[in-house]
């Protein structure tokens, strides 16, 4: 499903627009790539997957002194790999993986996962709001279908944020309260199934330990700060290979990045993840660049962001015996849990 999306993409803004489609001008936005700031690009993203599996290992050390990072960089490549071929079911491959490589409670791994998703939303909230200021400080013109979002898009990005810090902070000082409470409803059950799910919630919360700790909670937010500017870096020299967009600035790179991190998270009904469509949608509505080749800087966002794991993950899982139609059941199995 993953690597079909470029195309699925194409298709899409091509329906939307209802024209005519110029092929040949699609393909001349990969000719000329500089071969220097291409490879300056694909080393900052697996830069910031090392980033990301430095983090992991934080919030893993509340429960295990010594986490393995190379077994979580790993399962990192491996996970993502994953999401690239099997969608977003493919997410729970990767705590499934950790959780069996460092011996500790899946659950708690899923709490690991959850948490790092709302840092993960944090920071593409503040890199979105700052998208927002830089957009209104220069003299790029939206097009319609950007000028709402442009609007709107200050007060809706400060109640997420406020609703992200709020789940935040009941993470760190009321999770056993919580857990107290879920744990009395459940008192008419028999005790060995009262007693299964005490011990996945008290793993779950082992999970979010990292968030009482000041010390841990100060690194959660460092290594999300080194990962989220590795990927602006990555931004800026992914526009420097492109003649296109070589003329672009670090500022417009940002506002680029705020907006398809923003598409990112968004599903799209018969696409997918909005990335293709939101960075489409920036090009072509924000900077005026013509369909054809906002739609191949797009998949030339795509494939560097997200594919270029793919050979990566494929290489670690052949290595380590595991089995993809295996990987699958597994997470479907434990987004049923």
């Not at 050390?61 to 960089?73: E, Y």
Request: hydrophobic share 55%; glycine share 10%.
């Amino acid at each position: 499903m993953g690597l079909g999306l470029g195309v699925a993409v194409l298709f899409a803004v091509y329906r939307w627009r209802n024209g005519a489609f110029e092929w040949s001008r699609f393909v001349s936005t990969f000719r000329h790539v500089r071969g220097g700031w291409l490879s300056g690009a694909v080393t900052a993203i697996l830069l910031a997957y090392a980033g990301r599996a430095v983090r992991w290992s934080v919030m893993l050390r509340p429960l295990k002194k010594n986490p393995s990072v190379s077994n979580i960089l790993k399962a990192t490549l491996i996970g993502f790999t994953a999401i690239v071929l099997f969608g977003r079911v493919g997410e729970l491959v990767r705590p499934y993986l950790i959780s069996v490589k460092e011996r500790v409670p899946l659950s708690s791994q899923m709490a690991a996962w959850l948490l790092e998703r709302m840092f993960d939303l944090l920071m593409i909230l503040l890199i979105f709001g700052i998208a927002l200021a830089q957009a209104a400080n220069t003299n790029l013109k939206p097009g319609p279908h950007l000028r709402i979002v442009l609007e709107t898009g200050g007060l809706l990005t400060g109640i997420t944020g406020a609703i992200c810090l709020a789940i935040l902070a009941a993470m760190r000082h009321f999770t056993k309260r919580i857990e107290g409470r879920l744990l009395a409803s459940i008192a008419f059950l028999p005790k060995v199934y009262q007693q299964r799910i005490a011990q996945a919630l008290n793993a779950f919360s082992g999970g979010l330990e990292s968030t009482r700790q000041n010390g841990f909670a100060g690194m959660l937010l460092f290594w999300s700060g080194v990962e989220w500017t590795l990927l602006v870096l990555s931004f800026i020299c992914l526009f420097k290979a492109f003649p296109a967009t070589a003329r672009l600035s670090a500022a417009e790179a940002v506002i680029f990045l705020g907006f398809v991190s923003l598409g990112s998270i968004i599903q799209i009904p018969g696409i997918g993840g909005g990335m293709q469509v939101a960075a489409i949608l920036v090009l072509t509505e924000l900077f005026g660049y013509p369909l054809e080749v906002a739609a191949g800087i797009a998949l030339a966002v795509w494939v560097v962001t997200f594919v270029i794991v793919v050979p990566f993950g494929l290489t670690l899982a052949f290595q380590e015996g595991l089995k993809w139609g295996a990987l699958t059941h597994v997470a479907e199995d434990v987004s049923k849990l």
